[in-house]
C-alpha cells in the first residue's frame, strides 16, 4: 500500500542529486506522458528475492525524456551505470522481494499480452530516508 511500491519505471538512480535537482526534474516533466508498451512479464533475481516486472518498448520519445533526464543529473556511477544513456534497460517494477510461491501466482494471474499505456507522473525515492518526493 505505500507509494514506495507503486508500479514504476527507474529512469536514474544517483547516490546524491544536484541542489536544483527537484526544480529541474520538474520543468522535465512537460514531456509528460510519455506513451508506453510493455511486453509480458520479466522476473529478475533479487538475492533470495524477485522482482516481477514488465519490459518498456523503447521508442524515439522515451529515449529522449531517459537523455534529458540523465543530462541534468549528470552520468551514473558505475553502480548504476544500468541507468546511463545508451545502456538504460527500461521496465515496469511491479513487486519486489517476492518469494519464488509469490512470482508463481502472480505470473499466473499476470499474463503475457502487452499492454500500453502513458507514463504520467514524476517522483524521486529516497531508499535511505524511505521517502516520496512527487514531481508532477
Given amino acids: ?33 510519455v506513451a508506453g508498451s510493455w511486453g509480458g512479464a520479466t522476473v529478475f533475481p533479487a538475492g533470495e528475492r524477485f522482482v516481477l516486472a514488465r519490459p518498456l518498448v523503447v521508442t524515439a520519445d522515451l529515449l529522449a525524456f531517459h537523455r534529458r533526464v540523465v543530462q541534468f ?17 527500461p521496465h515496469l517494477t ?15 494471474l499476470l499474463g503475457a499480452a502487452p499492454v500500453t499505456g502513458a507514463m504520467t507522473g514524476l517522483r524521486l525515492w529516497d531508499a535511505e530516508q524511505k521517502l516520496v518526493t512527487p514531481l508532477t
Fill in 1 to 33: 500500500p505505500s507509494d514506495s511500491n507503486r508500479p514504476h519505471v527507474t529512469v536514474a538512480v544517483r547516490d546524491v542529486l544536484p541542489l536544483d535537482a527537484v526544480a529541474g526534474l520538474r520543468s522535465l516533466a512537460e514531456a509528460l506522458p
Fill in 94 to 108: 511491479l513487486a519486489r522481494r517476492m518469494t519464488g510461491e509469490q512470482i508463481g501466482r502472480a505470473l499466473a
Fill in 73 to 89: 543529473l549528470g552520468p551514473p556511477p558505475e553502480r548504476f551505470a544500468v541507468t546511463a544513456i545508451d545502456r538504460w534497460t
